[in-house]
């Protein structure tokens, strides 16, 4: 059973569809400069854009700063929020699954070049590090797959695997129906098979 509450004055139901609609309807008065508003988004959103953010970075120091970030594009950017193109609470969580991500690339590059640094300055175990490597070019291959495909197949693998969402978690973050949801994560999931030369 879904709770209602009501913060600085809008009444938001806790989970479900409902929120997500007030969340576009705040967003769009976030884009006025509406301070109440964002506290609102705020409240209603950080913790679970924060366990998103977690379970990409693992890390919680820079969870927390990466959260940051998201509230600070949320506030600067909302104006670019388009409530037909989808709903307010998915505009959110893709921002900070996409700020995880660039601060994992970041990290994955700062590392690289740590270990490039290393071939030249130390005296280290060949095998060890070139498995690091290797492991490290997977993971950019797939991040580099992911990206070819339609935003929709992308939106439901990304919220799925890497926000740790179910499909009807999902299909009620989106606005479609279960069905399509599951046609999308398992077209999205044939075509990185194919973008990435794997048979099976």
Do not use: C
């Amino acid at each position: 059973m879904m709770d209602a509450m009501v913060i600085d004055g809008y009444d938001l139901p806790d989970d479900g569809a409902g929120a997500a609609d007030q969340i576009g309807t705040l967003l769009l008065r976030v884009a006025d400069g509406d301070r109440s508003a964002f506290a609102a988004v705020y409240d209603a959103l950080s913790a679970r854009a924060f366990g998103l953010i977690l379970r990409v970075l693992v890390d919680r120091a820079q969870s927390e700063e990466v959260l940051q970030e998201v509230f600070l594009e949320v506030w600067q950017s909302a104006a670019r929020f388009t409530p037909n193109r989808g709903q307010g609470r998915s505009w959110v969580l893709t921002i900070a699954h996409r700020r995880a991500v660039d601060r994992v690339r970041s990290s994955q590059s700062s590392t690289d070049r740590d270990v490039r640094a290393g071939f030249r300055d130390m005296d280290v175990a060949y095998d060890d590090v070139s498995e690091r490597v290797e492991l490290k070019m997977e993971g950019r291959r797939v991040v580099d797959a992911l990206a070819t495909l339609p935003d929709a197949q992308k939106e439901a693998l990304t919220l799925a695997y890497f926000g740790g969402y179910s499909q009807s978690e999902i299909a009620t973050l989106v606005g479609a129906p279960l069905g399509t949801v599951k046609t999308r994560m398992r077209d999205g999931l044939s075509r990185l098979r194919m973008e990435m030369g794997v048979d099976k």
